[in-house]
């Protein structure tokens, strides 16, 4: 349990880092999540109103942070803002009752995201730490759309995702969690030629 915690932890701080590509992508999607998970703490079932208490402080931090953080940004995240916007929501879903799942459906993309950037910069025998531009953020960018088209999908995509797993028990968001997985890594193998 303590080694699956420090990779959790370590997961989910570096996803946050690397999807810091487009101002406002992180400190949105965090904000989404902490309220995706702040309701869910409220669920009858789970009923935890102090951890839902924590992440709807958490979320008014990001929201909050995000209306200055949205392009044309003002003030920005930085590498240790991206990093602790991660750390606290691998954090709060251990120590909250185990809500992995339901962070995992919230970050779909950006887990996703990470795990192919890494895969495939191994496989393309470079470094799996190196910066380059394979990021889904970047080919859209690369197929023309604009970042705030970006961000909007992207806020969109989590809030949807989110929602849905207030309704699913926790085997199947496991399996909705690996169809967008496996249905994300054919679309990227599919448009990679595109981009």
Not at 68 to 82: C, H, M, R, V
Not at 134 to 142: F, G, K, V, W
């Given at each position: 349990a303590d080694i699956f915690t420090f990779f959790w932890v370590l997961g989910m701080s570096y996803t946050t880092k690397l999807l810091d590509g487009i101002d406002g992508l992180v400190s949105g999607i965090t904000g989404i999540g902490f309220l995706i998970l702040g309701f869910l703490s409220l669920n009858s079932i789970v009923h935890q109103p102090d951890t839902a208490f924590v992440c709807f402080i958490l979320a008014g931090c990001f929201l909050g942070f995000l209306i200055?953080?949205?392009?044309?940004?003002?003030?920005?995240?930085?590498?240790?803002?991206?990093i602790i916007s991660g750390f606290l929501l691998g954090t709060i879903a251990i120590v909250a009752g185990g809500k992995v799942a339901t962070t995992l459906l919230i970050f779909a993309i950006p887990v996703f995201d990470t795990f192919y950037v890494i895969i495939s910069r191994i496989y393309n025998k470079k470094s799996p730490f190196s910066g380059d531009r394979?990021?889904?953020?970047?080919?859209?960018?690369?197929l023309g759309f604009s970042n705030k088209q970006i961000l909007l999908f992207m806020y969109l995509f989590t809030l949807i995702i989110g929602l849905s797993s207030l309704v699913f028990d926790g085997k199947l968001k496991l399996i909705t969690f690996l169809a967008l997985f496996f249905i994300g890594i054919l679309l990227m193998l599919v448009g990679k030629k595109r981009v």
């Open positions: 200055f953080n949205f392009p044309p940004a003002k003030i920005f995240l930085g590498e240790s803002g991206s394979r990021h889904l953020h970047y080919r859209l960018e690369n």
